[in-house]
């Protein structure tokens, strides 16, 4: 895979599994083809939308052997590559290098929240002897957080370390790092992992997302995306009110990453059940689940509506006034600083 600075959506990878609960591979091979046709800039093996630590080592490593597979070489392959800890990660970049796989990401130590010395040390052992271009991946939820005087660091320190995920959604702290880190790293990619602020970020500089709608809806994602660097923000901003509102049924409506892969079968895939153990009320939640997400992409013309229709003028979980002066609100600061 040739070298080049990350850019676009790269799709996270659900992975279907079969009635045994292992990888379904016909089915994720259909999936990757799926999404490649459809538009995605490049994928994401390995993240926590795919479910990472609900693998086995060698299992992770089987996913992205079998996705580079089969991409072929058609887009970049962004493979996570976090471990247990230093020697591991290293490990699995020196597999993931061999694969041709473009670059890994990798999530600062979880489980123990560490500082910020920590982090830097963590990063700099990895970035000085792995053979793969790395992604740091922030979600501070989950994970040790790394703040903006790390990622500046490692920019400049550590040539191998070539761009950051960020799945805070925090607006501001992507100001900050783009500020600190691109006047001495012109090359260095910013990506969000938050879908319901994916406009907004691509405004601020963003170089382009991690984001779990668009192994989903990888139609809209990729719209809003072309949109929204193109300058044509009225319609971009209709496609993001539209995202928020898919996105927050799927993220807040049943444990993750179960909701998206729920809307994936609608989609026309076999995703099978999720290794996490389910009660039978969870199960009822997810048919009804279903029931809503399927009117949403019907709205869209991605399915048929359910057996029964679907509600009209249902209100929309989205506030749309708020969405709109967070977009207005950057448009003029980048207008006030000549940007646009």
Same mark, same amino acid.
């Given at each position: 895979m040739a070298s080049g600075r990350l850019q676009g959506i790269f799709t996270p990878n659900l992975v279907p599994h079969d009635a045994n609960g292992n990888i379904n591979e016909p089915e994720l091979r259909r999936y990757v083809d799926w999404l490649i046709d459809r538009g995605v800039h490049g994928l994401y093996p390995n993240g926590s939308t795919g479910e990472f630590t609900r693998f086995t080592v060698e299992e992770r490593r089987r996913i992205v052997a079998i996705i580079a597979d089969q991409t072929a070489g058609r887009v970049p392959i962004l493979a996570g590559a976090a471990e247990a800890n230093v020697k591991e990660t290293i490990a699995a970049c020196e597999y993931y290098h061999e694969l041709g796989v473009r670059a890994v990401a990798i999530v600062a130590p979880f489980y123990y929240k560490l500082g910020p010395d920590s982090v830097l040390q963590y990063f700099r052992d990895i970035g000085n002897n792995t053979p793969i271009d790395v992604t740091l991946y922030n979600i501070p939820m989950f994970a040790s957080p790394i703040d903006v005087p790390t990622v500046q660091r490692l920019s400049e320190e550590c040539e191998k370390i070539v761009a950051i995920?960020?799945?805070?959604?925090? &607006?501001?702290? @992507? &100001?900050? $790092? &783009?500020? +600190? *880190?691109?006047?001495?790293?012109?090359?260095?990619?910013?990506?969000?992992?938050?879908?319901? +602020?994916? $406009?907004? $970020?691509?405004?601020?500089? %963003?170089?382009?997302?991690?984001?779990?709608?668009?192994? *989903?809806?990888?139609?809209?994602?990729?719209?809003?995306?072309?949109?929204?660097?193109?300058?044509?923000?009225?319609?971009?901003?209709? &496609?993001?009110?539209? #995202?928020?509102?898919?996105?927050?049924?799927?993220?807040?409506? +049943?444990?993750?990453?179960?909701?998206?892969?729920?809307?994936?079968?609608?989609?026309?895939?076999?995703?099978?059940?999720?290794?996490?153990?389910?009660?039978?009320?969870?199960?009822?939640? #997810?048919?009804?689940?279903?029931?809503? #997400?399927? %009117? @949403?992409?019907?709205?869209?013309?991605?399915?048929?509506e359910p057996v029964g229709g679907c509600p009209v003028g249902e209100a929309s979980a989205v506030d749309n006034a708020e969405v709109t002066r967070i977009v207005q609100t950057v448009v003029a600061e980048l207008k006030r600083r000549g940007i646009t």
């Amino acid at each position: 895979m040739a070298s080049g600075r990350l850019q676009g959506i790269f799709t996270p990878n659900l992975v279907p599994h079969d009635a045994n609960g292992n990888i379904n591979e016909p089915e994720l091979r259909r999936y990757v083809d799926w999404l490649i046709d459809r538009g995605v800039h490049g994928l994401y093996p390995n993240g926590s939308t795919g479910e990472f630590t609900r693998f086995t080592v060698e299992e992770r490593r089987r996913i992205v052997a079998i996705i580079a597979d089969q991409t072929a070489g058609r887009v970049p392959i962004l493979a996570g590559a976090a471990e247990a800890n230093v020697k591991e990660t290293i490990a699995a970049c020196e597999y993931y290098h061999e694969l041709g796989v473009r670059a890994v990401a990798i999530v600062a130590p979880f489980y123990y929240k560490l500082g910020p010395d920590s982090v830097l040390q963590y990063f700099r052992d990895i970035g000085n002897n792995t053979p793969i271009d790395v992604t740091l991946y922030n979600i501070p939820m989950f994970a040790s957080p790394i703040d903006v005087p790390t990622v500046q660091r490692l920019s400049e320190e550590c040539e191998k370390i070539v761009a950051i995920k960020d799945s805070s959604g925090d &607006i501001p702290h @992507m &100001i900050r $790092m &783009i500020q +600190a *880190v691109r006047p001495n790293r012109p090359d260095f990619s910013f990506l969000t992992g938050w879908d319901a +602020a994916l $406009m907004p $970020m691509l405004l601020v500089g %963003c170089d382009g997302g991690t984001n779990a709608s668009s192994g *989903v809806v990888p139609e809209l994602t990729r719209k809003l995306y072309d949109l929204t660097l193109s300058g044509q923000l009225d319609e971009a901003r209709r &496609i993001q009110y539209d #995202l928020v509102t898919l996105f927050d049924t799927m993220i807040f409506q +049943a444990e993750f990453p179960n909701g998206f892969r729920k809307a994936v079968d609608l989609r026309g895939f076999n995703m099978g059940t999720g290794r996490l153990p389910q009660s039978d009320n969870q199960r009822s939640n #997810l048919e009804l689940l279903s029931r809503t #997400l399927q %009117c @949403m992409l019907a709205t869209h013309g991605f399915t048929g509506e359910p057996v029964g229709g679907c509600p009209v003028g249902e209100a929309s979980a989205v506030d749309n006034a708020e969405v709109t002066r967070i977009v207005q609100t950057v448009v003029a600061e980048l207008k006030r600083r000549g940007i646009t």
